[in-house]
């Protein structure tokens, strides 16, 4: 098993920053694709951000240059830095483990911006 703990959302106004971080602990496995992903009220959950175990990046169209994924290997966390924010990034952000025999969801915290 493998659990995810999120930190770091809350209330920001536009053009502002947060920085969110994402602990995993458990059978993590070292290759493995960490990554974000958000849901807003009536919509579907949507990728924002993944980084592989190797440090290969993909980025929603809608966050390139103003988003960054990092990680950490050693210390099985995924950070995820937000420049730039607009009223439309506002949602639950998830963070989320792939690796071979399964994939987990973290349980999510709440990102405002406020225009």
């Known amino acids: 098993q493998v659990r995810l703990v999120e930190s770091g959302g809350g209330v920001v106004q536009t053009g502002g920053s947060l920085r969110l971080s994402c602990a995993a602990s458990?059978?993590?496995?070292?290759?493995?694709?960490m990554g974000w992903y958000r849901q807003a009220p009536g919509k579907q959950r949507e990728l924002v951000a993944i980084?592989?175990?190797?440090?290969?990046?993909n980025y929603a169209d809608s966050v390139k240059g103003r988003f960054t994924i990092s990680r950490d290997n050693a210390e099985n966390t995924v950070n995820l830095q937000m420049n730039s924010l607009k009223p439309e990034d506002t949602a639950v952000y998830y963070c989320?483990?792939?690796?071979?025999?399964?994939?987990?969801w973290g349980q999510g915290t709440q990102v405002t911006v406020s225009s």
């Open positions: 980084i592989t175990s190797g440090g290969s990046t």
């Open positions: 458990g059978s993590i496995f070292s290759i493995n694709i």
């Open positions: 989320h483990l792939s690796r071979l025999g399964g994939e987990y």
